[in-house]
T-cell receptor, first 114, second 109 residues
Framework: KAGVTQTPRYLIKTRGQQVTLSCSPI?????VSWYQQTPGQGLQFLFE???????NKGNFPGRFSGRQFSNSRSEMNVSTLELGDSALYLC?????????????FGPGTRLTVT | KQEVTQIPAALSVPEGENLVLNCSFT??????LQWFRQDPGKGLTSLLL?????REQTSGRLNASLDKSSGRSTLYIAASQPGDSATYLC????????FGKGTRLHILP
């Protein structure tokens, strides 16, 4: 069974631009969560989607948004990029958001904003 | 507000030793706690998931315990190997998942 895949793996953007990252969950998994990882703040929760609906959202500005499609694939978008948005963006999937289920992480997208 | 702390931030031990990594959390109202490892520049690999009703979980040389009342979890690694070198993260889940900042483990050959 294929794992969680994220595209692209690396990305370089300029301040003010926008970016879209993609995540394909493990087959059969319907819940997708996104995280931002930086050396200073560690791993921080961005949002969680299940059945195309956002269930939870972390404390990030409105420039960060996401969506989930009917096939459970998810995208996150960051508009008006800032230097501080440089980070490793990780997505994780699980069968559903219920407490019993483990999260499985993808390899991440390394975003560099110059 | 839930806070998760992992001490120490870094640890170096000789190969073959048994070791314990610590994780503490401020709000005991959690659904589960999960331990992960992360290799440099990579994603996270799930190691063990402990439900709030459980006290411990074991997988191979790894054993994780959970004491909700004291807000603590430990990850025990037996007979450490150089391949165990990585950053180990714990995360607690209620409505959201909150991560600690990890313990960077280096096993000396």
């Amino acid at each position: 069974k294929a794992g969680v895949t994220q595209t692209p793996r690396y990305l370089i953007k300029t301040r003010g631009q926008q970016v879209t990252l993609s995540c394909s969950p493990i087959s059969g998994h319907r819940s997708v969560s996104w995280y931002q990882q930086t050396p200073g703040q560690g791993l921080q929760f961005l949002f969680e989607y299940f059945s195309e609906t956002q269930r939870n959202k972390g404390n990030f500005p409105g420039r960060f948004s996401g969506r989930q499609f009917s096939n459970s694939r998810s995208e996150m978008n960051v508009s008006t990029l800032e230097l501080g948005d440089s980070a490793l963006y990780l997505c994780a999937s699980s069968l559903n958001p219920q407490v019993l289920y483990e999260q499985y992480f993808g390899p991440g997208t390394r975003l560099t904003v110059t | 507000k839930q806070e998760v702390t992992q001490i120490p931030a870094a640890l170096s031990v000789p190969e073959g030793e048994n070791l314990v990594l610590n994780c503490s959390f401020t709000d005991s109202a959690i659904y589960n706690l999960q331990w992960f490892r992360q290799d440099p520049g990579k994603g996270l690999t799930s190691l063990l998931l402990i439900q709030s009703s459980q006290r411990e979980q074991t997988s191979g040389r790894l054993n994780a315990s959970l004491d909700k009342s004291s807000g603590r979890s430990t990850l025990y690694i037996a007979a450490s190997q150089p391949g165990d070198s990585a950053t180990y993260l714990c995360a607690v889940k209620r409505d959201k998942i909150i991560f600690g900042k990890g313990t960077r483990l280096h096993i000396l050959p």
